[in-house]
């Protein structure tokens, strides 16, 4: 099982720039599936992100293996990308989970678990919001299925409980920083398997169920996102779906400020807002009660210490308060507290407020009906026996201009129940999206899940680890993977180094100067001048050369005492060289972005195909996503300078041939992008590499075409000029030349790909960056962009 997601244009990646991966020694088709009791592999716990790290590319590598293990039907979604895996894996906090690798070292499963955290203000858990299920695929065209409900029931919080739970636990935190946290809700952020998913969660959740509570973590629930493919798996699990929203801020809100002081309060908690300063003449302290402006937390109160002594054990204890959510709220205030600290009389804290939230009157989520082309609200309401004002007023604040009789779309969603039910406006989550991301209003909502952990005692025993063949071991380092790469380097001399004298002129120099004053015309360095002077010193007499020679010699004498100088401090240098680190310099290598490659003969795989394009480029990971390139005919005379050059386009996206591998294997070779679309599946390329020729033809010239090819022109090379997201201006001009005169050959069928779309998955890091002018690749567009943090999976129990 696999899962991820591609991130949607605008998603920013927030990590930091980490080393290149290690590519494995191994083929991933030749792991072999896990078994159900882990027989024959080995359990690794890991407690540290960096072990995650060192395998990063087996991880990469394993879900896309996953993906083409799965059934085609099934597995609708995109495998894991390195991207989010990379982010995930350094923005997380904690960051723990178990791996599973078989007796050689090959990785067969991977989980990693933390502490949810949303960078959304306004968010909230809301399952009966009108909003929350809107894009749910349990929804029916069918009037039955909306009136009796599908025949495949999802497991749903269709009542509401347990989004009211999940909303009433503590959260704290800088959106623009660290995140909000909500230390009661672990997170499954990553998962990947071949055969033992269903294992790797469950030992997740008895770990969780017996871990011992800090003030980071006390964990009584468990969330995740899921795609359509991996909600069974996550619901014979136990997992259910839960409705979770963001309130759309008005533009007054948006232009105010770019950090706006709070939050919109939901409709039915009153506190969901920023800490606001106290007032001066508040008996309480300011400095110590008062958080900063941007900080989001859940309804709080104060407390005053009224006795000394008193702990915050005995202050949980008289407020029926957990401690560790007192701990949680205070230890940026107070960084030694613990649930035992004595504390002074007039100390105030921060308490959680326990606020019951009002029960909604709607009993379970709104039914939604999709529209076919040309339905009106007027005939869904008579088909679902309901009032036809009642339809249109419940629906006009998401559809302004809707009428009774205004014909729809097909695909647009009416809601057809709790039609009193007036709701604030809001949008479905996104998970893993962050403030300054420019894609949350469009991305494709999270399928939110979440599991209520059942905490035990040390006393109860393990069922899931005593269930498994082999010891749960501690980590140990891969041994299947290459070296990391190491980035060129060069020696160069030191700065400081004596500069040598100029050297004496040559007689032929002193002659060629001699004429230039004599004959002023000579000056300008064309070739004929400079023909003209070679042939004026062929054909000078050997005495006048002889003259020449002598002049020279006389006027090197004067060189030889600078030049003996020169040595004498050169060498002295040298010596002082010796005694000093030699000057390393770190050579640029060369962008592969919007690049045709291919595969040096040492690579692990790919042999298969002679070129491949580069979708995606990690610089600092050093890692590239490619497409197989394949021939398909060739030009004809209406590409004047490729006529008769082989025609290369990217194989089918459907085929599943693109490859996960190490930029060091990667050999960038000429090629001309010439029909300058966004399309990369589009796109037709000439390669220009010296091992491509020009395909033969048997059909003579004609006389026309004879009379007009001129002498071979220079070739002048221009990169094509697209980009994924906003094209940037190229800098410099560029030379018009009148394109030369072609051969005509024949030219065969074309034979067109079906039309397909796939997106380029890039990501904005904060270094390496690139230069202005540096082209991205074009867009493979019709891959359905998911959600910045949405997860794929594909089952392979």
Same mark, same amino acid.
């Given at each position: 099982?696999?899962?991820?997601?591609?991130? /949607?244009?605008?998603?920013?990646?927030?990590?930091?720039?980490?080393?290149?991966?290690?590519?494995?020694?191994?083929?991933?088709?030749?792991?072999?599936?896990?078994?159900?009791?882990?027989?024959?592999?080995?359990?690794?716990?890991?407690?540290?992100?960096?072990?995650?790290?060192?395998?990063?590319?087996?991880?990469?590598?394993?879900?896309?293996? #996953?993906?083409?293990?799965?059934?085609?039907?099934?597995?609708?979604?995109?495998?894991?990308?390195?991207?989010?895996?990379?982010?995930?894996?350094? &923005?997380?906090?904690?960051?723990?989970?178990?791996?599973?690798?078989?007796?050689?070292?090959?990785?067969?499963?991977?989980?990693?678990?933390?502490?949810?955290?949303?960078?959304?203000?306004?968010?909230?858990?809301?399952?009966?919001? @009108?909003?929350? !299920?809107?894009?749910?695929?349990?929804?029916?065209?069918?009037?039955?299925?909306? *009136?009796?409900?599908?025949?495949?029931?999802?497991?749903?919080?269709?009542?509401?409980?347990?989004?009211?739970?999940?909303?009433?636990?503590?959260?704290?935190?800088?959106?623009?920083?660290?995140?909000?946290?909500?230390?009661?809700?672990?997170?499954?952020?990553?998962?990947?398997?071949?055969?033992?998913?269903?294992?790797?969660?469950?030992?997740?959740?008895?770990?969780?169920?017996?871990?011992?509570?800090?003030?980071?973590?006390?964990?009584?629930?468990?969330?995740?996102?899921?795609?359509?493919?991996?909600?069974?798996?996550?619901?014979?699990?136990?997992?259910?779906?839960?409705?979770?929203?963001?309130?759309?801020?008005?533009?007054?809100?948006?232009?105010?400020?770019?950090?706006?002081?709070?939050?919109?309060?939901?409709?039915?908690?009153?506190?969901? #807002?920023?800490?606001?300063?106290?007032?001066?003449?508040?008996?309480?302290?300011?400095?110590?009660?008062?958080?900063?402006?941007?900080?989001?937390?859940?309804?709080?109160?104060?407390? @005053?210490?009224?006795?000394?002594?008193?702990?915050?054990?005995?202050?949980?204890?008289?407020?029926?308060?957990?401690?560790?959510?007192?701990?949680?709220?205070?230890?940026?205030?107070?960084?030694?507290?613990?649930?035992?600290?004595?504390?002074?009389?007039?100390?105030?804290?921060?308490?959680?407020?326990?606020?019951?939230?009002?029960?909604?009157?709607?009993?379970?989520?709104?039914?939604?009906?999709?529209?076919?082309?040309?339905?009106?609200?007027?005939? *869904?309401?008579?088909?679902?026996?309901?009032?036809?004002?009642?339809?249109?007023? %419940?629906?006009?604040?998401?559809?302004?201009?809707?009428? %009774?009789?205004?014909?729809?779309?097909?695909?647009?969603? *009416?809601?057809? +129940?709790?039609?009193?039910?007036?709701?604030?406006?809001?949008?479905?989550?996104?998970?893993?999206? !962050?403030?300054?991301?420019?894609?949350?209003?469009?991305?494709?909502?999270?399928?939110?899940? &979440?599991?209520?952990?059942?905490?035990?005692?040390?006393?109860?025993?393990?069922?899931?680890?005593?269930?498994?063949?082999?010891?749960?071991?501690?980590?140990?380092?891969?041994?299947?993977?290459?070296?990391?790469?190491?980035?060129?380097?060069?020696?160069?001399?030191?700065?400081?180094?004596?500069?040598?004298?100029?050297?004496?002129?040559?007689? /032929?120099?002193?002659?060629?100067?001699?004429?230039?004053?004599?004959?002023?015309?000579?000056?300008?360095?064309?070739?004929?001048?400079?023909?003209?002077?070679?042939?004026?010193?062929?054909?000078?007499?050997?005495?006048?050369?002889?003259?020449?020679?002598?002049?020279?010699?006389?006027?090197?004498?004067?060189?030889?005492?600078?030049?003996?100088?020169?040595?004498?401090?050169?060498?002295?240098?040298?010596?002082?060289?010796?005694?000093?680190?030699?000057?390393?310099?770190? @050579?640029?290598?060369?962008?592969?972005?919007?690049?045709?490659?291919?595969?040096?003969?040492?690579?692990?795989?790919?042999?298969?195909? $002679?070129?491949?394009?580069?979708?995606?480029? *990690?610089?600092?990971?050093?890692?590239?996503?490619? %497409?197989?390139?394949?021939?398909?005919?060739?030009?004809?005379?209406?590409?004047?300078?490729?006529?008769?050059?082989?025609?290369?386009?990217?194989?089918?996206?459907?085929?599943?041939?693109?490859?996960?591998?190490?930029?060091?294997?990667?050999?960038?070779?000429?090629?001309?992008?010439?029909?300058?679309?966004?399309?990369?599946?589009?796109?037709?390329?000439?390669?220009?590499?010296? $091992?491509?020729?020009?395909?033969?033809?048997?059909?003579?010239?004609? @006389?026309?075409?004879?009379?007009?090819?001129?002498?071979?022109?220079?070739?002048?090379?221009?990169?094509?000029?697209?980009?994924?997201?906003?094209?940037?201006?190229?800098?410099?001009?560029?030379?018009? &030349?009148?394109?030369? +005169?072609?051969?005509? $050959?024949? /030219?065969?069928?074309?034979?067109?790909?079906?039309?397909?779309?796939?997106?380029?998955?890039?990501?904005?890091?904060?270094?390496?960056?690139?230069?202005?002018?540096?082209?991205?690749?074009?867009?493979?567009?019709?891959?359905?962009?998911?959600?910045?943090?949405?997860?794929?999976? #594909?089952?392979?129990?």
């Amino acid at each position: 099982m696999a899962e991820g997601n591609v991130p /949607v244009p605008g998603w920013n990646a927030h990590r930091r720039p980490q080393s290149p991966l290690r590519q494995p020694q191994y083929l991933m088709k030749d792991v072999p599936k896990c078994a159900r009791d882990c027989s024959g592999s080995q359990v690794q716990e890991i407690r540290d992100r960096d072990h995650f790290k060192e395998a990063m590319a087996e991880m990469v590598l394993l879900c896309t293996e #996953a993906m083409r293990r799965s059934d085609v039907n099934r597995c609708s979604s995109k495998p894991l990308s390195l991207e989010y895996i990379a982010d995930r894996l350094d &923005v997380d906090d904690p960051c723990f989970g178990y791996v599973i690798r078989s007796k050689e070292g090959m990785l067969q499963g991977f989980i990693t678990v933390t502490t949810f955290t949303n960078w959304q203000r306004s968010f909230r858990w809301d399952s009966l919001h @009108e909003i929350a !299920f809107y894009y749910d695929d349990s929804d029916s065209e069918d009037e039955d299925d909306v *009136i009796k409900g599908p025949q495949k029931q999802r497991k749903v919080d269709r009542d509401g409980s347990l989004a009211r739970e999940l909303q009433q636990t503590v959260r704290l935190g800088d959106p623009y920083n660290e995140g909000i946290v909500w230390p009661r809700i672990a997170e499954i952020s990553l998962l990947g398997a071949l055969g033992c998913g269903r294992k790797l969660v469950q030992l997740v959740v008895e770990q969780l169920e017996f871990q011992k509570a800090t003030g980071n973590a006390n964990y009584d629930y468990i969330a995740l996102q899921a795609t359509d493919n991996s909600i069974p798996f996550y619901e014979s699990l136990g997992f259910v779906r839960v409705g979770a929203v963001t309130v759309q801020s008005s533009p007054s809100q948006t232009e105010s400020s770019e950090r706006p002081v709070s939050p919109v309060t939901t409709c039915t908690e009153p506190s969901a #807002a920023s800490a606001q300063p106290l007032p001066p003449t508040s008996p309480e302290k300011p400095e110590t009660l008062a958080l900063p402006y941007d900080i989001v937390s859940s309804p709080l109160q104060s407390y @005053e210490v009224a006795k000394p002594g008193e702990t915050p054990t005995m202050i949980a204890k008289q407020k029926d308060l957990s401690v560790w959510d007192i701990i949680f709220l205070n230890k940026d205030i107070y960084k030694d507290i613990t649930p035992s600290s004595r504390l002074m009389k007039g100390t105030m804290l921060h308490l959680p407020q326990q606020n019951q939230l009002p029960q909604s009157k709607a009993i379970e989520p709104a039914k939604w009906f999709v529209a076919k082309e040309n339905d009106t609200p007027k005939k *869904i309401a008579k088909k679902f026996s309901l009032p036809c004002r009642k339809l249109v007023d %419940a629906n006009r604040h998401r559809l302004p201009e809707l009428m %009774a009789t205004s014909r729809l779309k097909a695909g647009t969603r *009416i809601k057809i +129940s709790n039609l009193d039910q007036q709701d604030d406006l809001c949008t479905p989550y996104c998970h893993w999206s !962050f403030p300054d991301d420019s894609s949350v209003e469009g991305g494709e909502p999270s399928y939110m899940m &979440v599991y209520k952990l059942d905490r035990k005692t040390a006393r109860t025993p393990r069922e899931v680890r005593s269930s498994l063949a082999v010891p749960v071991q501690q980590y140990s380092p891969a041994p299947l993977l290459h070296p990391a790469p190491k980035p060129k380097t060069k020696v160069v001399p030191h700065k400081d180094a004596p500069k040598p004298p100029p050297q004496g002129p040559k007689a /032929v120099d002193i002659f060629k100067n001699h004429l230039r004053d004599l004959y002023p015309e000579l000056k300008t360095p064309t070739k004929a001048n400079i023909a003209e002077l070679n042939e004026r010193w062929r054909n000078l007499p050997q005495a006048k050369k002889d003259r020449y020679a002598a002049v020279a010699k006389q006027t090197r004498k004067y060189n030889d005492e600078a030049q003996r100088k020169y040595q004498k401090e050169y060498k002295q240098w040298e010596e002082d060289c010796k005694n000093r680190d030699p000057v390393v310099v770190v @050579e640029k290598e060369a962008s592969l972005f919007n690049k045709v490659i291919k595969l040096r003969e040492d690579a692990p795989e790919g042999q298969e195909y $002679s070129y491949w394009f580069v979708l995606t480029y *990690i610089p600092d990971l050093k890692w590239c996503h490619l %497409a197989p390139m394949v021939k398909e005919g060739i030009f004809g005379p209406e590409r004047k300078r490729s006529a008769g050059r082989t025609r290369w386009r990217l194989v089918e996206e459907k085929l599943g041939r693109e490859l996960d591998i190490s930029s060091v294997y990667c050999i960038p070779v000429r090629s001309k992008a010439l029909k300058k679309t966004a399309d990369a599946d589009k796109e037709e390329w000439d390669i220009l590499d010296d $091992s491509e020729k020009p395909e033969k033809t048997d059909e003579a010239p004609s @006389e026309t075409q004879a009379q007009t090819a001129g002498p071979p022109r220079r070739i002048i090379r221009k990169q094509p000029i697209r980009a994924r997201s906003a094209i940037k201006p190229m800098g410099g001009k560029l030379a018009v &030349v009148k394109p030369k +005169s072609t051969l005509v $050959s024949p /030219v065969s069928p074309r034979q067109f790909t079906p039309s397909r779309k796939r997106s380029r998955e890039t990501a904005m890091i904060a270094t390496p960056k690139h230069k202005d002018n540096e082209d991205m690749a074009p867009a493979r567009k019709a891959r359905t962009l998911n959600n910045a943090g949405a997860r794929r999976c #594909a089952l392979q129990l």
